[in-house]
């Protein structure tokens, strides 16, 4: 944890952007009954009864220090998955940097051995390279975003 705690207190270096990264869950659902509509003095009425359509995982990336919050939606939450969303990471968010600060938890997909599973073995090199990890049981930053709305507000 001091681990982490010393991550956090770093000074702001655009070349090594801090990038906090953690992962849900949600389920997808569908209305079995049309909502009425709301009236004056009355809110919408919404069925409770749904129908499920699957689930999908969605992957945040933050960046405390410049304030700017990064969303993956995957169908699954395979090692495949979490690889690509390295690479978006390095290739596409920050292809610049000189090297990514990664700070998430010890879920069984995180390691770069998924980058090894994924890609050929000189990509999932240059990607693993150009990271720096530190791993935690818990990512606050990313976990309170990911409790609420998509806009970080609780429910």
């Known amino acids: 944890m001091e681990d982490v705690l010393d991550v956090y207190t770093r000074a702001f ?11 849900t869950s949600k389920q ?27 689930t999908a995982s969605v992957f945040m990336m933050t960046t405390p220090l410049e304030g700017k ?12 998955d979490f690889a690509e969303v390295i690479r978006e990471l390095c290739d596409d968010l920050y292809p610049d940097a000189q090297k990514i600060v990664l700070v998430m938890d010890q879920l069984n997909t995180h390691h770069i051995a998924s980058l090894y ?9 240059r990607l693993a390279e150009k990271l720096e990890v530190h791993h935690h049981r818990r990512s606050n930053q990313t976990q309170k975003t990911l409790s609420g709305n998509i806009d970080g507000t609780e429910y």
């Open 117 to 125: 599973q994924a890609f050929a073995p000189a990509q999932a090199k």
């Open 69 to 80: 919050r990064h969303v993956r939606v995957r169908e699954h939450r395979k090692r495949e």
């Open 28 to 54: 997808w659902v569908t209305e079995t009954r049309p909502s009425l509509p709301a009236k004056p003095g009355q809110v919408k009425r919404i069925d409770p009864e749904y129908r499920r359509n699957g």
């Open 13 to 23: 270096d655009p070349s090594v952007p801090l990038v906090c990264l953690d992962k």
